[in-house]
């Protein structure tokens, strides 16, 4: 599971994180790791397969450019293919699934088929985009305040994050009682946007904003 924070203020992004990881991780076995870069705070958090497994280094491009990957994807054709969804977990496929997003955006992964959510960081612009499957088998919630943007592929960790509101959705809830079906959220403030949607932040002085749907 990935999760992050995108703030106005860098003074604030480990300890949001931290937070964030807390609320997120519901057992021992699994490992949480934390990285920042200046106003992005970022986190993954997974059960490894085994003992012996780490958690990925994210991997990163001289350009400025940083990729994190969490899930696994099983095909990529347009991509030259994968031998087994074990090759996803390697720093050899996601050093060309950055190369591949760089160049050629969200329309280069349009066929990658797998479970997963990607984070790219352009450290020179200090734009970060959110990608995950097509299905939305591994959901992300995003949440913003004046503070900053919050994403995790939890609505806890979204909710540990500075200003973001729980007020309980009254219309979400009323749905789910009322006719059986129910929205990923019932807090007002996390949303997750739409099934295949490639979600694109760009930090602002004071603010942070979804500044497009790609």
Known sequence: MLFGWLASDSGDTASVIAS?????????????????????????L??????????????????????????????????GGLRSAADSGTAAFRSRLLDAIVEGGAAAIADLDGEYQIA???????????????????????????????????????LMAPGISAEPDVDAIREAVSFGGYRLSCCAAPFEPPTEARRRFAHQARRCSRAAWL
């Not at 609320?23 to 986190?43: F, K």
């Not at 397969?49 to 095909?75: I, K, Q």
């Open 20 to 44: 964030m990881a807390a609320a997120l991780r519901a057992s021992d076995g699994e490992q949480v790791q934390l990285w920042t870069r200046g106003v992005l705070g970022l986190g993954v």
């Open 46 to 79: 997974e059960r490894p397969l085994s003992r012996e497994n780490t958690l990925p280094e994210p991997v990163s491009r001289p350009d400025g450019y940083t990729l994190w990957m969490t899930g696994e994807a099983f095909e990529w054709p347009s991509g």
């Open 120 to 158: 790219l960081w352009n450290c020179r612009s200090r734009t970060l985009q959110l990608f995950n499957d097509r299905f939305g088998a591994l959901p992300l919630y995003v949440a913003s305040s004046t503070a900053g943007c919050a994403f995790a592929g939890g609505v806890r960790g979204v």
